[in-house]
């Protein structure tokens, strides 16, 4: 029995066989969409400004243009800050018009108290007047920096989590969803909304350049300058974010040593500006008498008045002595 055509005939079928494996495979396994895919995403930047340039000279002066824009938009003025940022910035959960009841409110009472306190209606008015305009801003100031200094403490440890999860291979989005979920407060709440601004269609570097609005610190500033520029001309990521995070760790420890620099300033400073109201209680206590005189008369109540007006300024000088930009 001749076996040569059942032979070539097993090898033609053999030969289809591996020709349909090799034309079908792709299709069966999502090889081919995923080509398609990527070359789509190639096409699309290259058609886009933010290509990524794989030239390292063209990197450098891509960034180089970057780096001028951004310290272009940063010398235009900016605007004033209203009073809805404000009050987000310093972290409560109220409306402008509910904060604006609040502090009418609390300067009637403190008018009332006054009033059964004190008859003077010059006293009366300026402390219902200083209730009003000066509590409010005051307190949104303290809740702002409490709030801007615990935020500045957790975020050296969030740009952590993106440096190792970019390391992992993971996409910087779910970095974000991670810090959103697992770190504390402020930083959690900050990265919600960049979140929540990429899934209504923004990119994620516009959404690190309001959350840098978002949050007037400088860490939160450079954040999103690395970010947008590694969206723009591409470079790695968690190298960058690296050095940042080394960058925001020493500007901490900087922090802290010329806070205990300047511990020694501050003690003087709080000892002087409490000295005269220790003394004067003290002679109080002791002598009231030899104290009346200056709340009886008109001179001695000028005398208080202008002490006081020379002890607010000096305490003004020296808490502006003592207080360093960094």
């Known amino acids: 029995m001749d076996q040569h055509p059942v ?4 090898l033609i079928t053999v030969m289809v066989a ?24 190639i096409t699309s930047a290259d058609r886009g400004g933010g290509s990524r340039v794989s030239d390292p000279a063209k990197r450098r002066k891509m960034i180089s243009e970057n780096l001028k824009d951004i310290e272009a938009q940063n010398k235009k003025p900016k605007k004033r800050v209203s009073v809805e940022q404000r009050i987000a910035q310093a972290g409560l959960n109220v409306s402008r018009r509910s904060f604006f009841i609040g502090s009418a409110l609390f300067a009637l009472m403190m008018t009332l108290v006054l009033l059964m306190i004190n008859n003077n209606p010059l006293v009366v008015v300026g402390g219902g007047a200083a209730s009003l305009l000066g509590a409010p801003d005051w307190v949104l100031r303290f809740l702002r920096k409490r709030r801007m200094a615990k935020f500045i403490d957790e975020f050296p440890g969030a740009v952590d989590i993106i440096v190792r999860g970019v390391k992992a291979g993971l996409p910087v989005g779910d970095c974000f969803r991670t810090i959103a979920n697992e770190t504390p407060e402020p930083v959690r709440g900050e990265f919600r909304k960049i979140i929540e601004s990429t899934a209504m269609g923004l990119t994620i570097g516009e959404a690190t350049e309001r959350f840098a609005e978002r949050v007037p610190v400088s860490e939160a500033s450079f954040f999103a300058i690395v970010i947008s520029i590694q969206q723009k001309s591409g470079g790695n990521l968690a190298e960058a974010l690296g050095n940042l995070s080394a960058v925001l760790r020493d500007r901490k420890k900087m922090q802290g ?13 709080g000892i002087i500006g409490s000295l005269p109201f220790l003394v004067g209680g003290a002679v109080w206590l002791t002598t009231p008498s030899y104290m009346m005189i200056l709340f009886t008369t008109g001179v001695g109540k000028a005398i208080v008045a202008g002490s006081l007006v020379w002890m ?3 305490v003004a000088i020296m808490k502006k002595m003592i207080s360093f930009d960094f």
């Open 7 to 10: 032979i070539i005939a097993g």
């Open 18 to 41: 591996g020709g349909m494996y090799a034309l079908v495979y792709p299709y069966l396994s999502g090889d081919i969409k995923a080509q398609k895919r990527a070359a789509s995403l």
């Open 257 to 269: 040593k010329i806070k205990a620099m300047s511990s020694e300033a501050k003690a003087s400073a």
């Open 312 to 314: 607010a300024i000096g």
